[in-house]
Structures are given as C-alpha cells and as structure tokens.
Nanobody, 124 residues
Framework: QVQLVETGGGLVQAGDSLRLSCTPS????????MSWFRQSPGKEREFVAS????????TYGAFVKGRFTISRDDARTTLYLQMDNLKAEDTAVYYC?????????????????WGQGTQVTVSS
C-alpha cells in the first residue's frame, strides 16, 4: 500500500506563507495525478489543486485565486503546495492525494492514495 507523507503545516498569522510537501513511499509508481485537498471541521473535503503528470496539466480550486501554487519535483516525486497571503478561512487539514489512472481531478473518490493530513491554522 502506497503511503503519502505530508509535512509543512503549522500555525501562522494572516498574510504569512507556508509550503506543504508530500512524498510517496513508492517513488517508482507511475502516478497519473497528484493533488491537494483540504477539510475544515463540519465541511466536506475541498479540492485545492492538482497536477496531471503526463501530459502536464495544473488545475486549481476556484477559491485559490493566485494565492497558492502547486508544483512537483519529478525526480523525487515530491509534491508541493506553496501558500501565500494566507487567510483565516484557509485553516484546515490539508491532504495529499494520488491516483494511477485518469479521473476527475476535483473528485476525492477518484484518488487511490491519501496522506494522513497536515494541520494548517491561520490566526487573524
């Protein structure tokens, strides 16, 4: 079973930046896409951003509006999420997800593997 390990969460103030990382335990597997989701208490899991590996395609959730940047180190198979100008409403547990087959980038059900999540808390 592939494990995804997220790091980089923490407590920051509004306007600050954070960079999340996600590293899969199986770096040889051909992932079709890797993505970030987030979930706040009492809310459904929300799509943040996705990278389709081949052909490369990046998609963001509507709320991102240029504040977040997803990227991937192909050699290390590590996924990143650079989050700038953080707001209190960005407070959530952020999850890394990966799948090996094509599917809907924004649909949690289309992903095969999930990380344990990393908490991001933004104080206003």
């Amino acid at each position: 079973q592939v494990q995804l390990v997220e790091t980089g969460g923490g407590l920051v103030q509004a306007g600050d930046s954070l960079r999340l990382s996600c590293t899969p335990s199986d770096r040889q597997l051909n992932y079709h896409a890797m993505s970030w989701f987030r979930q706040s208490p009492g809310k459904e899991r929300e799509f943040v951003a996705s990278i389709i590996v081949v052909p490369k395609k990046i998609t963001y959730g509507a709320f991102v509006k240029g504040r977040f940047t997803i990227s991937r180190d192909d050699a290390r198979t590590t996924l990143y999420l650079q989050m700038d100008n953080l707001k209190a409403e960005d407070t959530a547990v952020y999850y890394c997800a990966a799948r090996v087959s094509p599917g809907a980038s924004s649909a949690p059900a289309s992903y095969d593997y999930w990380g344990q999540g990393t908490q991001v808390t933004v104080s206003s």
